[in-house]
């Protein structure tokens, strides 16, 4: 998060990335960028997001914000013409990988919505001692998919502890 104290402070503030070997930052169509990874024999994997620029005033304004890319250094620069200062600017990201979060996009939400019953319900059949709270598991996930898909929207499911979330933009396309 950057703080923007007066209109003397600067406007725009880089944030250089390292990012994985073989990892980009591809634009997305919500105003951010997917931290993206091609597989071997195709294919592309979203490990993260960064999420579509924001900065308010101290009036809680929203301002004018946009990002550029130049190699590895992610630049937000805000426009403060009639801010009321302090002015904060936070380029949000999160990270698959680090943060421990499945982001799953809308078919694959959507396949979750109309298959994922099925399989909480065999697997909490099976005897054994773990079985019944993965089927509930299963079932809770499946129950958020089927309300994200009837949303337009898709889940992403935190582990350790597994909660599912419904959420737009970025890998939900």
């Not at 073989?22 to 951010?32: F, M, S, W, Y």
């Not at 301002?63 to 946009?66: A, D, E, S, V």
């Given at each position: 998060m950057v703080t923007l104290k007066s209109d003397k402070a600067p406007t725009a503030h880089g944030f250089t990335l390292d990012l994985p070997e073989?990892?980009?930052?591809?634009?997305?169509?919500?105003?951010?960028y997917d931290i993206a990874k091609r597989l071997p024999g195709g294919?592309?994997?979203?490990?993260?997001q960064v999420d579509a620029p924001?900065?308010?005033d101290a009036t809680g304004k929203s301002?004018?914000?946009?990002y550029t890319l130049d190699n590895d250094t992610l630049t937000q620069s805000v426009d403060t013409d009639g801010a009321v200062f302090p002015v904060v600017a936070d380029p949000h990201y999160t990270w698959g990988i680090v943060t421990?979060?499945?982001y799953l996009n809308r078919s694959e939400t959507r396949s979750l919505a109309?298959?994922?019953?099925?399989?909480?319900?065999?697997v909490a059949l099976i005897p054994a001692g773990i079985t019944k709270p993965a089927g509930a598991?299963?079932?809770y996930w499946t129950w958020e998919a089927q309300g994200a898909d009837r949303a337009?929207?898709?889940v992403n499911i935190k582990v350790p502890h597994l909660k599912a979330n419904r959420y737009t933009g970025g890998y939900c396309r």
């Open positions: 073989g990892a980009e930052l591809v634009p997305n169509d919500q105003g951010g294919g592309t994997t979203v490990m993260g924001w900065a308010k301002l004018p914000t946009r421990g979060t499945i109309q298959n994922g019953g099925i399989v909480g319900t065999i598991t299963i079932a337009g929207q898709c």
